[in-house]
């Protein structure tokens, strides 16, 4: 499967605790934006990023959250200290250059974060 | 700023009737529109693109959407439902960011029930 990959797909994790979120983009893609969805609304974009470099972070949370995308490895969204609010869909889509939209962004199945 | 209204939360259509799912725009840049389908628990998959060339685009699974600048609008339609069409859509603009980010802006999304 050459597509966008996330995991884990679940995740569950206790008020507090730490979350990593990670997302392989497809093969020859560089460019990976994060995404989140909570119930009943749809996807909200939160940061843009290319190899070792944050593009656009204007939809991240001012505090606890940070992504980084490595020169080699997945993409990483990082969430500390989680609260119930961060139950939500995340979801991962990349591209080979900037969002060329004759290029669109391929989506991953998403990590389905659950907060007890 | 960009932002999308779909309207009617929930469609419900009997098998082999027509599909009329709605998405409104607004833009201040030339927009791209697309459609994503989801399927329960899993990741958004492209139906569609708008990118300024024909205004009437041609799908995936049979479907079409047209764009008409003077309405701002972007209708979803298939001539005839399928079961298997029953999923939830989203319809999404997007426009050259800071950095060369095309972000998605998503509308809240439209689930679709095709009854025998």
């Known amino acids: 499967n050459a597509g966008v990959m996330q995991n884990p797909r679940h995740l569950v994790r206790r008020r507090g605790q730490e979350a990593r979120l990670r997302c392989s983009p497809m093969?020859?893609?560089?460019?990976v934006y994060w995404y989140r969805q909570l119930p009943e609304e749809g996807l909200k974009f939160m940061v843009y990023?290319?190899?070792?470099?944050?593009?656009?972070e204007s939809g991240m949370p001012k505090e606890r959250f940070s992504a980084e995308f490595p020169k080699e490895g997945p993409s990483i969204l990082r969430i500390q200290q989680v609260v119930r609010g961060d139950s939500a869909a995340y979801f991962c889509?990349?591209?080979?250059?900037?969002?060329?939209?004759?290029?669109?962004?391929?989506f991953g199945d998403g990590t389905r974060l659950s907060i007890l | 700023a960009q932002s999308v209204t779909q309207l009617g939360s929930h469609v419900s259509v009997s098998e082999g009737a027509l599909v009329l799912l709605r998405c409104n725009y607004s833009?201040?840049?030339?927009?791209?529109l697309f459609w994503y389908v989801q399927y329960p628990n899993q990741g958004l998959q492209l139906l569609l693109k708008?990118?300024?060339?024909?205004?009437l685009v041609k799908g995936i699974n049979g479907f079409e959407a047209e764009f008409k600048k003077s309405e701002t609008s972007f209708h979803l339609t298939k001539p005839s439902a399928h079961m298997s069409d029953a999923a939830e859509y989203f319809c999404?603009?997007?426009?050259?960011?800071?950095?060369?980010?095309?972000?998605?802006?998503f509308g809240k999304g439209t689930k679709l029930t095709v009854n025998p």
């Open positions: 708008y990118t300024s060339a024909a205004t």
């Open positions: 093969k020859g893609h560089s460019h």
């Open positions: 999404a603009v997007s426009g050259v960011t800071q950095g060369g980010s095309e972000k998605l802006v």
């Open positions: 833009s201040s840049v030339p927009p791209y």
């Open positions: 990023l290319q190899k070792e470099n944050i593009i656009d």
């Open positions: 889509a990349s591209s080979p250059n900037g969002g060329d939209s004759n290029q669109p962004q391929h």
